[in-house]
């Protein structure tokens, strides 16, 4: 069983950057692919990046590669999504979560432990 822990959404003018963070607990992450994805009012849950813990391979959705960056602190389990540029179609609740085996999973269902969210909001 993994416990996923996000924080660092708040109230941001549009061009400005955020960190997120994601901790991890109950394993380690070591076997897993840890993902983020976002959700804005009305809309589905869609994914934002993630990263395969064992050799760091990392992978975006078009929509912010470049902008964003996703990056893991193995001593802390804790994955970060560092978000740059942000402009208020960025606005959601982020979630992270974790699937245990190699392959990168790009939607919902195929991610097995979620975290509660934080909430990021663009202003313009």
């Known amino acids: 069983q993994v ?13 400005g950057s955020l960190r997120l963070s994601c901790a991890a607990s109950g394993r380690t992450l070591s076997n897993y692919v840890v993902g983020w994805f976002r959700q804005a009012p009305g ?4 994914f934002v990046a993630a990263i395969r813990w064992s050799d ?10 470049g902008r964003f960056t996703i990056s893991r602190d193995i001593a802390k389990n804790t994955v970060y999504l560092q ?11 982020y979630y992270c979560a974790a699937r245990g085996g190699y392959n990168i999973g790009r939607t919902p269902l195929e991610y097995d432990y979620w975290g509660q969210g934080t909430q990021v909001t663009v202003s313009s």
């Open 56 to 65: 760091y391979n990392r992978y975006y959705a078009d929509s912010v590669k």
């Open 43 to 46: 809309k589905e849950r869609e």
């Open 83 to 93: 978000m740059n540029s942000l402009n208020p179609e960025d606005t959601a609740v």
């Open 3 to 15: 416990q996923l822990v996000e924080s660092g959404g708040r109230l941001v003018q549009a061009g």
